[in-house]
């Protein structure tokens, strides 16, 4: 808890040395009026919405699999495996990727929610961006903490992603960054509150460390951010 409020008062710090964004408003985005799409917890307004719908496929695909390894290098062949047979992945990947770091996703998966503000301190956004989804990030996992309505995280997320969208404050590759990563959050954390877990399933609660995996893979595309969010979730809970 200490750390938590560490991570609160270093981010009180960066707020006030960069300005505010006067565009960003705090009306909350409901299902009722906003452009969601068909089915939840999709969200139409976000461009990058592919991202976390890909990310919650290849979840299911894993997850429904009998083979698992126990290890990070074995781990991430098996979700890469099967990225490479899912058709939606591969036609998200029109660029390729890096290959994924074993290293880093252990490093990443050791970290947890007191560790937010250093890790997206450190990360390529802006210092504006960094303050912003730090901020976000915080206060979602104290909301799911508590929170058990699916439609509560859903609608916090997306209330998020409208002040991105909006903002003039950041710019088109900290939009594309962040929108990537809460896409993915959005459909892990709704996943989490409205789908019963098999026995076999992780308890995924808003586990940090696949956003961060995410949001450093989303740095490069949104096909990095899939899988390094989804190996960095996976050993984090092996």
């Not at 890469?80 to 890096?98: D, E, M, R, V």
């Not at 956003?211 to 809970?237: D, M, Q, R, W, Y």
Request: with cysteine; aromatic share 10%; hydrophobic share 35%.
């Amino acid at each position: 808890m200490k750390k938590l409020y560490s991570c609160l008062i270093i981010l009180t710090f960066f707020t006030a040395c960069t300005a505010s964004d006067p565009d960003v408003k705090d009306d909350p985005a409901t299902s009722a009026n906003k452009g969601i799409g068909a089915v939840l917890p999709a969200y139409s307004n976000n461009p990058y919405d592919n991202a976390g719908r890909i990310y919650d496929d290849l979840f299911d695909e894993y997850y429904n699999g009998s083979i698992r390894s126990k290890t990070v290098v074995g781990i991430i062949t098996e979700v890469t495996s099967i990225a490479n047979a899912n058709n939606a992945f591969l036609a998200n990947n029109n660029s390729g990727y890096q290959p994924l770091s074993a290293t880093r996703i252990e490093y990443l998966a050791s970290r947890n929610s007191s560790d937010i503000a250093g890790i997206i301190g450190s990360s390529n956004l802006s210092l504006t961006a960094k303050v912003s989804f730090s901020n976000f990030l915080i206060s979602l996992v104290g909301l799911c903490s508590t929170e058990t309505d699916a439609q509560t995280m859903y609608d916090e997320v997306v209330k998020y992603e409208e002040k991105v969208l909006m903002s003039s404050f950041l710019g088109f590759e900290d939009k594309r960054i962040i929108l990537t990563t809460t896409s993915i959050i959005r459909y892990s954390s709704y996943r989490a509150k409205k789908k019963p877990k098999k026995n076999t399933d992780p308890d995924w609660l808003i586990l940090v460390t696949h956003v961060f995996g995410a949001e450093e893979g989303a740095e490069e595309n949104s096909s990095k951010a899939i899988l390094t969010g989804l190996v960095t979730g996976i050993v984090s809970n092996k």
